[in-house]
């Protein structure tokens, strides 16, 4: 199994630290969300007890985007996450989550690949910028999930997410001009 199949190793210390056992260092839970903005999963055990806190962790980075003000799930969601939990047996509200992001990343991985086939239309000029410019709306609008696309992270923030916006302008400015000779 290749490295990146098979999840991260994050072992959690008494000191409650979070230790990456593939780098040999320490890493904070900002690190794990970008691990998995990445396309990585993860798994989180405790050193001492041998217990899984993957779950735990996870929700609680989701906890921590949400204090700072970035809406990571509508507040409609919460009440039905919440509302799940009171179903005897859990109710279905698990299994659809899973099914609905499977869904996206299966949908996510087949736009991509059909505009990288053969395509008819990749003989329009222009038309790799416009595949360029779907693909970042399609990493800005899912947030990074992991798709069929490589890359994943922040977009759109810090030094980064400029330089691709700035290509995006280009890529666009380009376009309008090579459609305006053709008219």
């Keep these: 199994m290749a490295e990146q199949d098979k999840p991260l190793l994050i072992k959690r210390y008494a000191s409650r630290r979070l230790y990456n ?23 989180i055990l405790d ?22 003000g970035e809406n990571v799930l509508p507040v ?7 509302r799940s939990y009171m179903v005897p047996g859990g109710g279905v509200m698990p299994q659809f989550l899973q099914a609905s ?20 239309m990749a003989q329009i000029p222009g038309f790799e910028a416009m595949k360029a410019q779907q693909e ?4 800005a609008m899912t947030g990074g999930f992991g798709g ?10 810090g030094a980064e997410g400029e330089e691709d916006l700035d ?17």
Aim: net charge negative.
């Design 167 to 183: 290509a995006i302008k280009r890529q666009l400015a380009e376009l309008q001009e090579k459609l305006s000779k053709l008219s």
């Design 148 to 157: 069929g696309w490589t890359g994943g992270g922040e977009e759109g923030s």
């Design 47 to 68: 050193l001492k007890t041998g217990d899984d806190l993957t779950r735990q962790y996870l929700l609680q980075i989701i906890a921590e985007h949400e204090s700072r």
């Design 101 to 120: 992001f499977d869904m996206l990343r299966d949908s996510q991985s087949k736009m991509m690949e059909n505009m990288n086939a053969m395509n008819p």
């Design 21 to 43: 056992t593939e780098t040999s260092d320490y890493v904070t839970l900002e690190d794990i969300a970008g691990f998995i903005r990445d396309g990585r999963e993860v798994q």
């Design 136 to 139: 970042a709306f399609l990493k």
């Design 76 to 82: 409609n969601v919460l009440n039905d996450l919440v």
